[in-house]
């Protein structure tokens, strides 16, 4: 059996349980977002970015300046920290605006 | 206009041109999207040509001037993976500077096709012709086609593309021919028409492509300890698998061109007993050797192999089966005090074989250093002798020819 390539990817070929007769060819992965469903996040260690939103302006640097994508936003506001991808950086609490300080940096595993 | 028409081959010519002539041409006729080189000898006399030819509009190819083989190759791996059909060439140390790219492409299993103009690796450094390069590529997933001529270097070229893309191989294809002796030889090359080449190689329709906007894919995700044996497993059996392809598509350029191909070429086989195994230019030289030997009675045959990769190793067993004594010839070295490559891997295709041959090696033409007809007959005398005192203590004499390395045409006190 030839592994597909052309054929519509599954879940069942995502799986790395898979023989290698029923991987996709060369690892591909012929779909769209799938990053997303990795939870990166897991690999943070040491301190998470915590947001006051109500002391947030919405300036969307934090967003802009994050390296991944988990500044959550509804269309132009900012509503929260996708934990699931966040690896602790810290960048946003940087370029958050001194006087609106909103972001904080605090130890993994403390107040959320 | 003028210099676009004054290009195109409307009708078959038999014409002089150099391996890198006749390789541009190819390149030409193949008509590839993207072409990314960087130059250096002897490759150059290709890559130059095929650049006037972008230059004078004769064809459309996106030509990407990079600077240096690492990045050709890079080059050429994100416009295969785009969607692209896509080429570089290289030589010698471009070659060895791509190596890290070329486990990319095959991994990737991106089918790109790089002519290779084989050139010794410094140092010292030297310019000329060996296959110490492509020898040094042999275990990164590539298929390897080496020429005889320049006739070859035409053909193989455009075969490659067909087994390159082929739906069960989509492996890279590397086709090799010997630095100067090939490229830069007049030989006569009978060229096809431009609608012949572009109907055999046909239109690149990819199935997966980076720039197909409305299916996404990613190329080169990270493959640990849970995948990447498994995707590396696909790529030994794609390349296994192209052996078949390969000798098809030889097949199918003979019937259109009476150049049959396969993936060893024997020559005088049929009741030889004395042969020499070599690959590139130097079949040629001993075809013509065979052909006096012949006259004097003495049973020589050759085996060309054209196809190193995958290594053909059954075609070998078959051909050499009834032979009395084998010769490997090898234009590179190993440096594991047994000589090179081929002679290693032939010993191994040949292993457990129920009267098998004696075999020897021999290391020959480094740097490009002539091999003459009067070397290749010294071989001949040597497998005569050798066939005459294993009749009498066969395992001795065939352990000792399989542990003994000569070099040809090295200056001897």
């Known amino acids: 059996m030839s592994p597909s390539r052309g054929a519509a990817f599954t879940e069942r070929e995502a799986s790395v349980t898979l023989p290698w007769t029923e991987m996709a060819e060369a690892g591909l992965i012929p779909q769209g977002g799938t990053a997303f469903r990795v939870k990166t996040g897991s690999w943070r260690t040491g301190s998470k970015p915590v947001l006051e939103l109500s002391r947030c302006i919405h300036c969307l640097r934090c967003w802009i300046w994050c390296p991944d994508s988990s500044i959550l936003l509804d269309g132009e506001k900012v509503t929260g920290i996708d934990y699931d991808h ?24 403390g107040e959320a | 206009m003028a210099a676009t028409e004054a290009y195109r081959i409307t009708e078959r010519r ?83 500077l791509m190596h890290e790219i070329l486990y990319v492409a095959a991994g990737y299993r991106l089918p790109i096709v790089m002519p290779v103009a084989n050139r010794a690796l410094s140092g010292p450094i030297n310019i000329h012709g060996d296959h110490s390069d492509s020898m040094g590529s042999r275990d990164a997933g590539w298929i390897h086609i080496y020429a005889e001529n320049a006739q070859e270097a035409y053909d193989n070229l455009i075969q490659a593309v067909r087994i390159a893309e082929h739906p069960e191989v989509r492996v890279p294809v590397l086709v090799g021919q010997d630095g100067f002796i090939i490229t830069h030889g007049m030989e006569i090359v009978e060229v096809l028409t431009d609608d012949e080449v572009r109907a055999f190689v046909g239109e ?21 300890q849970n995948s990447y044996f498994e995707l590396k497993r696909q790529l030994a059996e794609a390349v296994k698998r192209s052996a078949r392809i390969i000798a098809d598509v030889g097949e199918e350029f003979g019937r259109l061109t009476g150049r049959y191909y396969g993936l060893t070429e024997p020559y005088r086989m049929e009741d030889a007993e004395l042969v020499i195994v070599v690959i590139g230019s130097t079949a040629g030289t001993a075809k013509d050797v065979i052909d006096e030997l012949r006259g004097r009675g003495v049973k020589a045959g050759l085996v060309k192999v054209r196809v190193f990769r995958p290594f053909p190793a059954r075609n070998l067993r078959d051909l050499l089966r009834q032979a009395r004594a084998v010769a490997v010839l090898d234009r590179a070295d190993s440096y594991s005090g047994l000589g090179g490559p081929l002679f290693a891997e032939t010993k191994a295709a040949l292993y457990g074989l129920p009267q098998a041959p004696v075999v020897t090696g021999y290391v020959y033409g480094l740097g490009g250093r002539d091999i003459t007809p009067e070397m290749i007959a010294s071989v001949y005398d040597d497998l005569g002798q050798l066939a005459e005192r294993a009749r009498t203590d066969y395992a001795a004499v065939a352990a000792e020819a399989a542990l003994s390395v000569r070099y040809l045409g090295v200056r001897e006190r």
């Open chain 1, 86 to 109: 966040c690896k602790g950086c810290g960048i946003c609490a940087q370029v958050c605006p001194p006087k609106v300080h909103a972001i904080q940096m605090v130890p993994e595993g």
């Open chain 2, 204 to 224: 690149y329709q990819p199935e997966r492509y980076l720039l197909d906007v409305d299916h996404p894919m990613t190329v080169g995700a990270l493959a640990l």
């Open chain 2, 14 to 96: 038999r014409m002089t041109m150099t391996g890198a002539e006749a390789t541009a041409e190819a390149m030409r006729q193949i008509h590839p999207d993207v072409v990314a080189a960087y130059p250096i000898t002897p490759q150059t006399d290709i890559v130059m040509r095929f650049a006037r030819f972008v230059a004078d509009g004769v064809v459309q190819t996106e030509f990407v001037p990079v600077e240096s083989e690492h990045s050709a190759l890079s080059a050429v791996v994100g416009a295969s993976a785009a969607g692209a059909r896509a080429m570089t060439a290289t030589s010698g140390p471009g070659l060895a």
